[in-house]
Every structure is written in structure tokens, then in C-alpha cells.
């Protein structure tokens, strides 16, 4: 660090003689700068990636090694033993597939009910616009747990209490804000030249948004949806409080771990976070899309 | 402007959003919020909060909250920003950063609270590589409530993995908004990096970092699970109690008292962020 | 090794009736009958029994339960756990919609008192006539009745609390101590000095569940305030009590900080974070069956009123709102059999409630416990307490003040012990006065609301 800012500091004194060497020195500096981001890159993505690969080669030991101390960086031993009997535990499978369930209805829920008022914000300009877009971030300032308690007794007079319905309704409630403002930027980002072109060769508002526009947001769409599938994944108190015997997996999971062995636990915590390494490399291309223009 | 050709249009189209959150979050809320001014018998009535305000753990709470709030939210948007920088330098593989640097995006508070505790916990992998590299011959006890320091640290740490992602990806969206015209016009006058990030990024990024300070603010004051996870019983967050009494205690009129508590302190955060830092749309009304 | 196991299993200081003989097999094809009818009946109405716990929660013995425990009963059982809120919602919510899907509900007898006062339960007295082979311990079943005429529950299980150390710190055990004594004398004087001087030279290892899901609650209620001042309640802002408190403050500084992170005290004593502790039986018992050969178990301490200890009993009952009440009967009937009683504790480390002989292989882990148990309750000075009684919904906020209490005395290290005391006696009275509850043992019997006190005359010594 401190050679670094010395050599800085130099090359701007080299800089003041001469112009020639002054380009070259700037040229320099600029090829430390770029090594000095090539560092930072592998730090910053080692502080992510360490604690994924721990946990990794915690659920991947058996038993003994977990408990044992001090443990060792480079495994020494690989088994499936905890993650056996997490995947095999009664009621883990059943769960997954109601988590995977839960997340496609409140995915497709979502994008029906907030993918309209998304291309709304996005293409009109109309009285209560940032109202609009107030309410909608506010809806998320109220805490899950508390929300989650007068909505069961509505679930219990709808007589859908404890089924994957009322964890997808109110999943879809919780997405819905994120929805909303993502499908609104994806909106944005189709061309409203091509819409109106559309227009005037036309086309009804309709289909010129069935022709033109929606081809064209499809991918951004799709992203959009994994990013709420993700997000219902990983909900879990809503999850707790809205089911009985329809655990989610997350649901699950935070029911038994009160007192389950660390090894479980370590299994459960990788189960948990596996996915979100293919989810996120599915959409990585269009996580800027996402939520770039939220802010705008 | 177009819209008023269509002026129905857009009313029409939010519609279907506002019904199901008027449903879904209006009316809960309204009900859960009753709950707070009632006594156990249903008459209006303020001794939840008495209660509350009277718990020897509600100073704690808040205090511990606002902190947690204090320094993560600087920790993450430096974080951040290096990740930003990083990604919009161009680098090789720029790709494979931004995957890396997204990933914790889409791992949930539970999962993220169990990963640091296996980091953190006494026998934990922090204090076996610190000790096989020499630097213990004993394991330090991190998640320690009397070393409110440390147990502070851990949460931060956990939660910077954790969340930093979503402010990381909204600055480089905002980041990759800035033409780079700009840049190329700070280099000719000589400009040094820090000054194009004070002098150019950061004005520029102002309306991405109001709506992921928000965003994360409101965010932060829900989360509790890798608090839970890491300090126990050690400290509480707000969130947490509202948890505790809920669950635990089996009083919804005071766990209610904590959710005002908190919805109340989301607002405020997020208008003193409008107020703050206000965009040029708004500077210019 | 089994006979001599026989009765002694029994937390609750009872007069043997008659050890079994063929009883069990009696027993069982007495049941039959009952299971046909069920099976009928169920077959109607799906033929399953959703049976609703708030017991063996945690994973593997869940796991035990649908695997093992309930592999041979005829009808179809969904077994599921919940945490005491959510389970209270539940039952709350299909009592007021008149109807459920939960056939059968288990839990500890704490957990149905405010059920049984709302009339939620259907009357068991018939079905313990039936099983009166099973030899349940009296107690227990007026425990069932709740002071009332009809029977809440039947009976299911028991556990009591016991600690555990590892071997590699015995060498650390005062004078006069050795690994014997631990079974039979030590003092909380002693285990105070023990644990000093393992921290002396390992740091502090000694470990209490104060985890947010821990149970160092019930340590307070029925293990250090009856060992100290002989009550609990009554007794609670006594000169003994303020001694207690001291004890604790000062055995405190040997105690790892990570227990507020514990909820159980298998995994620090497994992974070697702590090296002695108190706990529940059964979430002790994944240590004592992982490592066996390091782990020891041995009753709780004694203190000057004698040596606290605290039965759990679990029970099962049937809500008015079962769907299937004959399948329900069905499984308690199962439940009960000393065989499936045997295969319980083997399991799950759960201790039967009725008379029958245990199987020759408990395995390691569980024989340290029923030994320490044993050592427990055959103890001369054993002073036995029971859970809270009648507290219903104010169950949580009773816990409370004692977590509270514990907070600012233990953690936060108040050097103004009578002060904290008296502050928490009163929210301790307002509990008791919400919930109108009576006191119970170790407190002697109230005529009304159980008084807060600080002893005095009124000091039971038992």
C-alpha cells in the first residue's frame, strides 16, 4: 500500500518534467490501478465465496469432524452422512416440493397482478404516480411476523389456513412491492419508439403491447420471476405462521431447529443456500436490468 | 403528458395491485396496528405500551437496532461501492464478479445466520484458521454478550455478507447510467480516482443510493434471524421481540406495540433519506 | 439389569401397585378390540390420527417417533410437532371453529391447563378405567384433572433434568469428590469450585442453557429456588433466595458466555465448549449416546433445603373438535403399552409412566441418564417440584420474570440482588393474579391466588 502511494506520488512529480514521460508514467499508473482492481476483485469475491465454502465442507463431513476442533481448511474426509439424513428426514421432500409449489403460484401471481401496474409507472405519466410508488415501498415497512398474525384468522374463515394457498397468497403480498418496481424498469427499458410505431401502423394498445412490448420484456420478465421464486424460497416467517402440516422447507426448518444437532443444522443451512448459487447464475445477466432502474 | 389520452388506462392498471395489497397488507396492518391500542379485553387502551416502554429488554432492543442500523448500513455501502467500482472497471471476467458478488442475494437470513455461526461459535472455523496460524493458542470466545464489541462485530459481518448485494447491484446499474463522457472529461483535466468518485460517481449515483439506503433501512429493522443466530439471548432487536412476545410470552397486543414501534421507525428513516439526499427531479420540484 | 430397573423409573415418589407380570401382553390384546373400532371408524373418515405434540420436536426424535416408536400401531398416524404458540393458535382456532383435523394432542401437563379450564378436552376417565393395568401414577392423573372431575389427558411420558460433564474434567473435582460422589453428594458449594478451577486452567466451561429457546428457566424454578429456600413462590424474595441468586452470580464467572447462544447443551458439550452442565434429559441425551466413553451424567446438585429436582410429565389428549376420537383412544392405547413405553426411552430418552421391565439394551447414553435419574429420585434428600400449574396462557409470562430476573441479576450482574428481587415479585404476583393460579408443590397448597412472599412461617420444609 504505502509503495503503491509512494510510486503515486512519484509519477506525479515525473509527470510535472516532462509531457513524453508524463503519458508514459499515466499510462503506468494506470496499469497499477487496474492491478490494484484486479486485487480488490479477488478479495471481494473471496469474502463472499469464504463462507460458502465452509459451510460446504461442513455438511459434506461426517459427524465427528463437525464436532471436532480445531477443524481443518482443506477436508479430510468427505460424507454424505448429515446430508442423508437431513434429505431423508420425514417430511423434508414433502416440504421441498411445497416450497417449489408455493414459489411457482406466488410467481405467477405476482407477475399477473403487479406486471400491469409495473408497465403503468413505466409508460404513463398520471397523477398519484409517485404515490403509487410510495404506497407500494411502504407496504414492506410493516414487519412479516405481525402481518402474518390477523391474516391467519382470515385464512381460517376462508377455510384455507394451513395449505400452500395462504403462504403463496401472502408470499405474492410480499413480492408484489419488488414486482411492481422490477417489472416497471424492465418496462422502461423497451423502447417506446417501437410501441408507438406500432401504434401508428395500427395496432390497438393491446396488441401492440402483445407484439411489440412483451416479446421484447420476456427475458427481463423471466429474470424477474426467479428473482420472486427466490424470494418466497427463502421467506419462512409468514411460512411458519400460516401453516401446520404445509411446512414450506424453510418453514420446516425453522420449526425444528431450536434444538437439532449443529450437524443438521449445517446440512439444513447449506440445503437452504445451494440454490441461490444456479438461481443467481440463471438471472446474473439480467440482475441489472432488475433493479437498476428501480431508482429511476 | 402521452397519458392523458388513455387517463383511465393507468388506474386501471394498478388496480389489481392496490385491491390484493389493500387485502393483503392495508388490512392486516390496520388490524395488527388495532391490536397495539387494546387491552386484553378489547377496550381501547394504551398498557401494551406501557408494557412495552416498562420491559427491561425494549432500551436494550432499541438501542442495539439503531446501532446495528448505524454501522452496517456504512459498512455495506462501502462494500458496495468497492464491488461497484470493481464490476464497472471493466475487469476480465467481469461476468464471473458480478455472479460472485450477487450470490448472497438469494440466500435467505436463516442460511446466513447458520453460516456465520459455524464461523463465528467458539470451536468455529474463525478461531481454528487463527489459531492454526498462530496468532491463538486458545479459542476466543466471539460471541461473547459481554463483550458487546464483538457480538456487534459478528452480526455485522454476518449481515455485510449478507445484504450487501442488492445496494451493490442497484449502484452498479446507477454506476453503469453515467455516460461515460464524464469520466473521459475528468481524466483530461487530470482528475485522480478519489476525485472522480467524490466529484463525478457519487452526485450522480444519488438517485440509486436513496432508494437502496431506504430499501436496506427498511430491511435491516425486519431482520433479526442472524442476530438470533449469532447472540442467542445475548441482545435483542427490536423485530425480535416482537417475535418474543408474540411467541414466546403470548401477548400479540405487545408484540403489536413493536411493530407500530417499527413500521413507525421505517418512516422515519425514509423520510429523512428523501430528505437527505434529494434527487434532482425532486431539487427541481 | 432389567428387574432391577423396574418402577424405579417412576419420577414421582409412588406407592408401587403391583409390579406387571403378563400384564403388558394383557394389555395389548385388551386394545384390540378398540383398534378395530377405530379402524372402521377411520376408515371413513380417511383412517388417519393427526396427532399434534409439543413433545419430541426436534428432528431425530421426530424422526424416532414416525420411524420406530409409532412403526407397529395398525392405523395411520401423522405425527407432528409444534412450539407451544403456535400449538396453542391451533387448538384455540378449531375449538372456535368447531371443527379440526387434529385427532389427538400431546404435550407437557402445562401446556393443557387453560384447554382443560375452557372445556376444550373430552373426558378420559372411561379410557383410564380401560387402561388401569397401565398403573399410571395416581399423582399424575389428578395432575390430569386439574382439580376438576374430568380427565384431561392420559398420561405419555416423563423426563426430569440431569447434568452432564466429560471425564477430562474430573481431574478438576475439589477434595473429597470423586466420580462415585458425584451420583450421590455433591453440593452447589462444591460444583462451584469445580468449575472455578476447570476455568483455572481451561477457561470457563461450565454451560446453562439460556439459549432464547433454552430451558435455564426451569434450573431457576425447580432446581436451585427449591434446593435453596425449600419453595419457590412463596420463598422468592427470601434471605435464602438472595443467597441463591449470590451462587449463582459467583458460579456464573466460570460459565462459558456462549450459553445465551445454547438452546441445548449437547452440541458445546460435544464439541468441547463446555465441559459441565445441566440440561434437559432429553436434550442431553444426543451427547450421551454420541459420545459415551467421555460424557457422564449425574443428578443436579443439593442445596441446604435438599436436592430440587423436576419431573416432567407429557400427557395426551383429545379435543371435543377430533375428527377421529376412536382412532385417537386407539393411539393412546399403543402409546401406553409398556413395550411401546420401553421402546420410547430407548428412543427418545422419554421415561415411562407405566410399570413394565426395560429392555436389557437401552444402549450407553440412555443407561447414563436412567442411572442418574435414578440416583435422582432415590436420593434422600430429593425435593421434588412440580411444573407450573394452572398458569395457562400466563405460562410464557411466568417464564419470563424468572428469564428477567436471571438477566439482571446473573447477566447484567446487579449488585442489588433483594432489589431486583422485590421489583420482580411484583410482575411474579401480577402473573399469578391474572392467571388465578394456586400455588403447587414445592410451595405449599394456597387457598387462593399463590402469594409472592419471602418466606417465613410459611416455609414449607419438606
Known amino acids: 500500500m504505502t509503495v503503491s502511494t509512494r510510486?503515486?506520488?512519484?509519477?506525479?512529480?515525473?509527470?510535472?518534467?516532462?509531457?513524453?514521460?508524463?503519458?508514459?508514467?499515466?499510462?503506468?499508473?494506470?496499469?497499477?490501478?487496474?492491478?490494484?482492481?484486479?486485487?480488490?476483485?479477488?478479495?471481494?469475491?473471496?469474502?463472499?465465496?469464504?463462507?460458502?465454502?465452509?459451510?460446504?465442507?461442513?455438511?459434506?463431513?461426517?459427524?465427528?469432524?463437525?464436532?471436532?476442533?480445531?477443524?481443518?481448511?482443506?477436508?479430510?474426509?468427505?460424507?454424505?452422512?448429515?446430508?442423508?439424513?437431513?434429505?431423508?428426514?420425514?417430511?423434508?421432500?414433502?416440504?421441498?416440493?411445497?416450497?417449489?409449489?408455493?414459489?411457482?403460484?406466488?410467481?405467477?401471481?405476482?407477475?399477473?397482478?403487479?406486471?400491469?401496474?409495473?408497465?403503468?409507472?413505466?409508460?404513463?405519466?398520471?397523477?398519484?404516480?409517485?404515490?403509487?410508488?410510495?404506497?407500494?415501498?411502504?407496504?414492506?415497512?410493516?414487519?412479516?411476523?405481525?402481518?402474518?398474525?390477523?391474516?391467519?384468522?382470515?385464512?381460517?374463515?376462508?377455510?384455507?389456513?394451513?395449505?400452500?394457498?395462504?403462504?403463496?397468497?401472502?408470499?405474492?403480498?410480499?413480492?408484489?412491492?419488488?414486482?411492481?418496481?422490477?417489472?416497471?424498469?424492465?418496462?422502461?427499458?423497451?423502447?417506446?419508439?417501437?410501441?408507438?410505431?406500432?401504434?401508428?401502423?395500427?395496432?390497438?394498445?393491446?396488441s401492440a403491447f402483445m407484439k411489440v412490448v412483451l416479446p421484447l420484456a420476456l427475458p427481463g420478465l423471466a429474470a424477474a420471476?426467479?428473482?420472486?421464486?427466490?424470494?418466497?424460497?427463502?421467506?419462512?416467517?409468514?411460512?411458519?405462521?400460516?401453516?401446520?402440516?404445509?411446512?414450506?422447507?424453510?418453514?420446516?426448518?425453522?420449526?425444528?431447529?431450536?434444538?437439532?444437532p449443529i450437524p443438521f443444522r449445517f446440512a439444513a443451512a447449506w440445503f437452504l443456500m445451494a440454490p441461490s448459487l444456479v438461481f443467481i447464475f440463471v438471472i446474473r445477466k439480467y440482475l441489472l436490468g432488475l433493479w437498476g432502474r428501480v431508482s429511476r | 403528458m402521452r397519458g392523458q389520452r388513455l387517463g383511465w388506462a393507468p388506474y386501471a392498471l394498478l388496480l389489481p395491485t392496490l385491491a390484493f395489497l389493500a387485502v393483503f397488507f392495508a388490512m392486516p396492518m390496520v388490524r395488527a396496528l388495532g391490536l397495539a391500542f387494546r387491552d386484553a379485553d378489547g377496550g381501547w387502551s394504551l398498557s401494551s405500551w406501557d408494557t412495552m416502554f416498562g420491559d427491561a429488554r425494549f432500551r436494550e432492543a432499541m438501542t442495539t437496532t439503531l446501532l446495528l442500523i448505524v454501522v452496517i448500513i456504512p459498512v455495506q455501502f462501502a462494500l458496495a461501492m468497492a464491488m461497484a467500482l470493481v464490476i464497472n472497471a471493466r475487469l476480465k471476467f467481469s461476468g464471473l464478479w458480478l455472479y460472485i458478488y450477487a450470490i448472497p442475494l438469494g440466500i435467505s437470513e436463516l442460511a446466513a445466520g447458520i453460516i456465520w455461526y459455524a464461523i463465528f461459535t467458539q470451536q468455529g472455523w474463525l478461531n481454528s484458521i487463527l489459531e492454526s496460524v498462530g496468532v491463538l493458542d486458545r479459542p476466543f470466545i466471539f460471541l461473547n454478550y459481554q463483550n458487546q464489541g464483538w457480538l456487534i462485530f459478528c452480526i455485522v459481518m454476518a449481515e455485510a455478507w449478507r445484504a450487501?448485494?442488492?445496494?451493490?447491484?442497484?449502484?452498479?446499474?446507477?454506476?453503469?447510467?453515467?455516460?461515460?463522457?464524464?469520466?473521459?472529461?475528468?481524466?483530461?483535466?487530470?482528475?485522480?480516482?478519489?476525485?472522480?468518485?467524490?466529484?463525478?460517481?457519487?452526485?450522480?449515483?444519488?438517485?440509486?443510493?436513496?432508494?437502496?439506503?431506504?430499501?436496506?433501512?427498511?430491511?435491516?429493522?425486519?431482520?433479526?434471524?442472524?442476530?438470533?443466530?449469532?447472540?442467542?439471548?445475548?441482545?435483542?432487536?427490536?423485530s425480535a421481540e416482537a417475535y418474543r412476545w408474540y411467541y414466546d410470552i403470548r401477548d400479540s397486543q405487545v408484540a403489536a406495540a413493536y411493530a407500530s414501534v417499527i413500521l413507525l421507525l421505517s418512516i422515519a428513516s425514509t423520510i429523512l433519506f428523501l430528505v437527505l439526499l434529494p434527487t434532482r427531479e425532486e431539487q427541481m420540484g | 439389569m432389567g428387574t432391577r430397573n423396574t418402577g424405579v423409573l417412576r419420577l414421582l415418589p409412588i406407592s408401587r401397585r403391583g409390579v406387571i407380570k403378563a400384564g403388558a401382553g394383557a394389555a395389548a390384546f385388551g386394545g384390540l378390540g378398540l383398534r378395530g373400532a377405530s379402524m372402521q371408524v377411520?376408515?371413513?373418515?380417511?383412517?388417519?390420527?393427526?396427532?399434534?405434540?409439543?413433545?419430541?420436536?426436534?428432528?431425530?426424535?421426530?424422526?424416532?417417533?414416525?420411524?420406530?416408536?409409532?412403526?407397529?400401531?395398525?392405523?395411520?398416524?401423522?405425527?407432528?410437532?409444534?412450539?407451544?404458540?403456535?400449538?396453542?393458535?391451533?387448538?384455540?382456532?378449531?375449538?372456535?371453529a368447531g371443527s379440526g383435523s387434529v385427532s389427538l394432542i400431546g404435550g407437557q401437563h402445562g401446556d393443557f391447563a387453560s384447554f382443560a379450564a375452557d372445556g376444550l378436552l373430552m373426558d378420559l376417565s372411561d379410557l383410564a378405567t380401560e387402561l388401569q393395568d397401565r398403573n399410571f401414577p395416581e399423582q399424575y392423573l389428578e395432575l390430569a384433572?386439574?382439580?376438576g372431575e374430568s380427565l384431561a389427558f392420559i398420561p405419555w411420558m416423563q423426563a426430569t433434568y440431569v447434568m452432564a460433564a466429560n471425564r477430562s474434567a474430573l481431574q478438576y473435582l475439589p477434595e473429597g469428590v470423586d466420580e462415585a460422589a458425584l451420583q450421590t453428594s455433591l453440593t452447589y458449594e462444591q460444583l462451584s469450585q469445580w468449575i472455578m478451577a476447570i476455568n483455572e486452567a481451561e477457561g470457563p466451561k461450565f454451560g446453562l442453557p439460556v439459549g432464547e429457546m433454552g430451558l435455564y428457566h426451569r434450573f431457576l424454578q425447580g432446581y436451585a429456588?427449591?434446593?435453596?429456600?425449600?419453595?419457590?413462590?412463596?420463598?422468592?424474595?427470601?434471605?435464602?433466595?438472595?443467597?441463591?441468586?449470590?451462587?449463582?452470580?459467583?458460579?456464573?464467572?466460570?460459565?462459558?458466555?456462549?450459553?445465551?447462544?445454547?438452546?441445548?447443551?449437547?452440541d458445546p458439550l460435544l464439541t468441547g465448549e463446555i465441559s459441565v452442565g445441566w440440561d434437559h434429559t432429553a436434550r442431553l441425551i444426543n451427547a450421551l449416546r454420541e459420545n459415551p466413553d467421555n460424557l457422564i451424567a449425574f443428578p443436579a446438585p443439593r442445596?441446604?433445603?435438599?436436592?430440587?429436582?423436576?419431573?416432567?410429565?407429557?400427557?395426551?389428549?383429545?379435543?371435543?373438535?377430533?375428527?377421529?376420537?376412536?382412532?385417537?383412544?386407539?393411539?393412546?392405547?399403543?402409546?401406553?403399552?409398556?413395550?411401546?413405553?420401553?421402546?420410547?426411552?430407548?428412543?427418545?430418552?422419554?421415561?415411562?409412566?407405566?410399570?413394565?421391565?426395560?429392555?436389557?439394551?437401552l444402549g450407553a447414553g440412555v443407561q447414563a441418564e436412567v442411572a442418574a435419574v435414578q440416583a435422582t429420585t432415590s436420593d434422600p434428600a430429593a425435593l421434588q417440584s412440580l411444573l407450573p400449574v394452572g398458569l395457562g396462557e400466563q405460562g410464557g409470562a411466568y417464564n419470563d420474570v424468572f428469564k428477567a430476573t436471571f438477566r439482571a441479576i446473573v447477566l447484567d450482574g446487579s449488585d442489588d440482588i433483594p432489589g431486583v428481587l422485590a421489583e420482580q415479585a411484583v410482575n411474579l404476583q401480577a402473573v399469578l393474579d391474572t392467571a388465578g393460579a394456586a400455588c403447587w408443590t414445592p410451595d405449599p397448597a394456597s387457598d387462593g391466588v399463590c402469594q409472592v412472599g419471602s418466606g417465613g412461617a410459611a416455609t414449607p420444609v419438606s
Not at chain 1, 122 to 149: H, N, Q, Y
Not at chain 1, 227 to 243: G, K
Request: include cysteine; aromatic fraction near 10%.
Open chain 1, 7 to 206: 510510486e503515486l506520488a512519484n509519477n506525479r512529480v515525473v509527470e510535472m518534467e516532462t509531457a513524453a514521460s508524463g503519458r508514459r508514467a499515466r499510462a503506468r499508473r494506470k496499469r497499477i490501478g487496474r492491478a490494484m482492481t484486479y486485487v480488490a476483485a479477488v478479495l471481494l469475491a473471496f469474502w463472499v465465496l469464504a463462507p460458502i465454502y465452509l459451510i460446504t465442507i461442513t455438511a459434506f463431513s461426517p459427524r465427528s469432524i463437525v464436532y471436532g476442533y480445531p477443524k481443518d481448511l482443506i477436508p479430510t474426509e468427505f460424507s454424505t452422512e448429515t446430508m442423508d439424513f437431513f434429505v431423508n428426514a420425514t417430511g423434508v421432500q414433502a416440504a421441498l416440493l411445497r416450497s417449489l409449489i408455493v414459489a411457482v403460484v406466488t410467481l405467477v401471481l405476482s407477475t399477473i397482478i403487479g406486471a400491469p401496474a409495473g408497465y403503468a409507472i413505466s409508460r404513463f405519466v398520471f397523477k398519484g404516480r409517485d404515490a403509487f410508488r410510495l404506497i407500494v415501498l411502504s407496504t414492506r415497512a410493516f414487519p412479516i411476523v405481525i402481518l402474518s398474525i390477523p391474516l391467519a384468522v382470515t385464512f381460517i374463515q376462508w377455510g384455507i389456513y394451513d395449505s400452500i394457498w395462504s403462504v403463496a397468497l401472502m408470499h405474492t403480498a410480499l413480492a408484489l412491492p419488488f414486482t411492481v418496481l422490477i417489472t416497471s424498469s424492465i418496462f422502461v427499458s423497451v423502447p417506446r419508439d417501437l410501441e408507438e410505431a406500432a401504434l401508428t401502423l395500427g395496432c390497438t394498445p393491446a
Open chain 1, 225 to 260: 420471476s426467479i428473482f420472486t421464486f427466490v424470494l418466497s424460497w427463502n421467506e419462512v416467517f409468514a411460512a411458519v405462521i400460516l401453516t401446520l402440516r404445509e411446512r414450506t422447507l424453510p418453514a420446516l426448518i425453522l420449526s425444528q431447529l431450536n434444538d437439532s
Open chain 2, 164 to 238: 450487501t448485494s442488492i445496494i451493490m447491484i442497484i449502484l452498479v446499474a446507477g454506476l453503469q447510467g453515467i455516460p461515460r463522457d464524464y469520466f473521459e472529461a475528468a481524466d483530461v483535466f487530470g482528475a485522480t480516482a478519489w476525485q472522480k468518485v467524490r466529484r463525478v460517481t457519487l452526485p450522480m449515483l444519488r438517485p440509486s443510493v436513496q432508494v437502496a439506503l431506504i430499501l436496506r433501512t427498511i430491511l435491516a429493522f425486519q431482520a433479526f434471524a442472524v442476530v438470533l443466530a449469532l447472540a442467542g439471548s445475548g441482545t435483542t432487536v427490536l
Open chain 3, 42 to 96: 377411520s376408515a371413513q373418515d380417511g383412517g388417519e390420527v393427526v396427532f399434534l405434540s409439543t413433545q419430541l420436536g426436534q428432528v431425530t426424535e421426530a424422526e424416532a417417533m414416525r420411524s420406530t416408536i409409532l412403526a407397529d400401531f395398525e392405523g395411520e398416524v401423522e405425527f407432528i410437532t409444534e412450539d407451544l404458540g403456535p400449538f396453542n393458535d391451533r387448538i384455540a382456532a378449531e375449538a372456535q
Open chain 3, 145 to 147: 384433572r386439574y382439580g
Open chain 3, 225 to 266: 429456588y427449591p434446593s435453596f429456600t425449600g419453595g419457590l413462590n412463596t420463598t422468592f424474595t427470601s434471605d435464602a433466595a438472595v443467597g441463591m441468586w449470590q451462587w449463582l452470580q459467583d458460579a456464573w464467572q466460570y460459565a462459558n458466555p456462549q450459553s445465551v447462544n445454547y438452546d441445548n447443551l449437547s
Open chain 3, 303 to 361: 442445596g441446604p433445603e435438599g436436592l430440587g429436582f423436576l419431573p416432567v410429565v407429557a400427557g395426551l389428549a383429545i379435543p371435543n373438535t377430533s375428527p377421529n376420537p376412536e382412532g385417537a383412544r386407539a393411539l393412546i392405547e399403543y402409546l401406553t403399552r409398556p413395550e411401546v413405553q420401553a421402546v420410547t426411552l430407548q428412543q427418545v430418552a422419554f421415561f415411562p409412566v407405566v410399570e413394565g421391565e426395560l429392555p436389557e439394551d
